[in-house]
Nanobody, 130 residues
């Protein structure tokens, strides 16, 4: 089983930058991919970006393509989301997620980038001030 802990959320001005971090515990073989998701009140959790743990191939939602960059540090077992040129519509709680390679836990699922993400961190708030 994998555990995920996000950090780095903050209040930032329009056009600003922010980097989110997600510390991952558990064997790398326990998941196919890791990624970032976001959710605003009243809406479903949506994929932002994800990356394969096998070949580091990234995938991005159209809304963040060219502004956000996902990366993975194997030595630190951490993934990052570099967010540039932030917009008010980027305001959300950002969650780190993992796509389990074993049986899916009884939690919320998000189908994104070709994987089913079902393991979640506690979330970190990002607010872009207009």
């Amino acid at each position: 089983q994998v555990q995920l802990v996000e950090s780095g959320g903050a209040l930032v001005d329009i056009g600003g930058s922010l980097r989110l971090s997600c510390a991952i515990s558990g064997a790398a073989s326990a998941y196919y991919a890791v990624g970032w998701f976001r959710q605003v009140p009243g809406k479903e959790r949506a994929g932002v970006s994800c990356i394969s743990v096998r070949d580091d191939n990234p995938f991005y939602a159209d809304s963040v393509l060219g502004r956000f960059t996902i990366s993975r540090d194997d030595t630190e077992n951490t993934i990052y989301l570099q967010m540039n040129n932030l917009r008010p519509e980027d305001t959300a709680v950002y969650y780190c997620g993992a796509a389990p390679s074993g049986p899916l836990p009884n939690t919320e699922y998000v189908d994104f980038g070709g994987w089913i993400f079902a393991s979640w961190g506690q979330g970190t708030q990002v607010t872009v001030s207009a």
